[in-house]
């Protein structure tokens, strides 16, 4: 059973497009954080949100928590081909344990 | 901060042969995580220590794992007549003690069943 929902799974575009991605939960998350994957290798934090409506930017990343911290997005403006990878949302629950989502795989063309 | 280290890298094994993998997590770190990662999937949790005290095992946990984490610094994930389903990637983690502490993840020990 996934707790938490991505969308879309893959996603394919040319290198200057704009993105969003999607995290969707229908139980409150106490934090919730985003992280990238690249094959073979462990993921990597991007950023943590804690409070309801708050929006983070990292460089061409903007992260937004939903205001009843239940849903997050992820937007990528002109992406890059070093934005490939997989992009992976994680939830926390109760400040122990953390649900991951299956991911959103996306690749930029050149 | 050296960072998250799993050892080994990449173990393939015959069915039916206990292995086990090593984590060192970032040294200030309390808290630290196993979770299993199947191809196409995110992570899933397995369980996790506060010092070394486990707090935590998931059901996805069967009699066949064990970990261990004697002295709260490094642990260990043991699988004992190993399975074609165990053939994952197993990523450690861990983070500072507190609420909405970011999880730091080691590059993960993939598992091959032959």
């Known amino acids: 059973t996934q707790l938490l929902e991505q969308s879309p799974q893959f996603l394919s575009i040319q290198e200057g497009e704009n993105l969003t991605v999607y995290c969707n939960s229908s139980?409150?998350?106490?934090?919730l954080q985003w992280y990238r994957q690249e094959p073979g290798e462990g993921p990597v934090l991007l950023v943590t949100?804690?409070?309801?409506?708050e929006v983070k930017k990292l460089k061409r990343l903007t992260f937004q928590f939903g205001d009843a911290r239940k849903d997050s997005s992820l937007h990528i403006t002109a992406a890059q081909p070093g934005d490939t990878g997989l992009y992976l949302c994680?939830?926390?629950?109760?400040?122990?344990?953390?649900?991951f989502g299956s991911g959103t795989k996306l690749n930029v063309k050149p | 901060d050296t960072g998250v280290s799993q050892d080994p890298r990449h173990k393939i094994t015959k069915r039916g042969q206990n292995v086990t993998f090593r984590c060192d997590p970032i040294?200030?770190?309390?808290?630290l995580y196993w979770y299993r990662q199947t191809l196409g999937q995110g992570p899933e949790f397995l369980t996790y220590?506060?010092?070394?005290?486990?707090?935590?095992k998931s059901r996805l946990l069967s009699d066949r794992f064990s970990a261990e984490r004697p002295k709260g610094s490094f642990s260990t994930l043991e699988i004992q007549r190993t399975e074609q389903g165990d053939s994952a990637m197993y990523l450690c983690?861990?983070?500072?003690?507190?609420?909405?502490?970011?999880?730091?993840f080691g590059d993960g020990t993939r598992l091959s069943i032959l």
């Open positions: 040294s200030e770190h309390n808290r």
């Open positions: 220590f506060q010092n070394e005290a486990q707090l935590e």
């Open positions: 949100v804690v409070t309801g409506g």
């Open positions: 983690a861990s983070s500072r003690t507190g609420a909405n502490q970011p999880q730091h």
């Open positions: 139980s409150v998350f106490s934090s």
């Open positions: 994680a939830a926390g629950y109760n400040f122990n344990k953390f649900y």
